[in-house]
């Protein structure tokens, strides 16, 4: 059973309390999630600023045709510079999402490093070569526009690293 690590970093023109304040709410991940994903939050804390032990629940369609819940932990939290969510239930085998934020000058740079196995053994590895890689990169392309545009109506710039 294979392993993949996704990785993406960008360069965000905000302060860390600016950006920390963004991601660390759940709520806000609809605003970051492609609509055709049908993201919805489904548990009643996402409200909350997140908190190591926090559970929150999604109903996701990770592709076309499947729809399904998605219960994620956010298993550490080191205040304004990185958290990490686990998948609980979902529709993958393993799922380990780090935020890592690292001040640089004026802007900061954020980190997503996920490492995911697929479902299904071979069949999994062949929808990760086919699909899921693919996938994750227009998530995080359509990601990085929206978080642009959040921070351009606050008079904020962003441009991407990788």
């Known amino acids: 059973m294979a392993f993949y690590q996704f990785h993406k970093a960008q360069i965000i023109n905000a302060t860390p309390d600016d950006l920390w304040?963004?991601?660390s709410s759940p709520s806000n991940l609809?605003?970051?999630?492609?609509d055709h994903m049908g993201f919805d939050i489904t548990s009643s804390n996402a409200e909350q600023k997140m908190y190591e032990g926090m559970i929150v629940s999604y109903k996701v369609s990770p592709f076309p045709g499947f729809n399904t819940n998605w219960v994620t932990e956010?298993?550490?939290?080191?205040?304004?510079?990185f958290f990490v969510d686990e998948q609980r239930i979902g529709p993958y085998t393993f799922w380990h999402h780090q935020h890592i934020l690292e001040p640089l000058d004026q802007v900061v740079v954020m980190k997503d490093i996920i490492t995911y196995q697929p479902p299904f053994g071979i069949?999994?590895?062949?929808?990760n070569r086919v699909y899921i890689r693919k996938a994750l990169?227009?998530?995080?392309n359509y990601r990085k526009k929206a978080i642009e545009e959040y921070f351009a109506e606050r008079g904020l710039g962003y441009m991407t690293l990788v």
Request: aromatic share 8%; glycine share 4%.
């Open 21 to 23: 304040d963004f991601i």
């Open 30 to 34: 609809k605003l970051i999630t492609p």
């Open 74 to 81: 956010i298993t550490h939290v080191r205040d304004k510079e």
């Open 123 to 127: 069949l999994g590895a062949i929808a």
């Open 137 to 140: 990169n227009k998530i995080f």
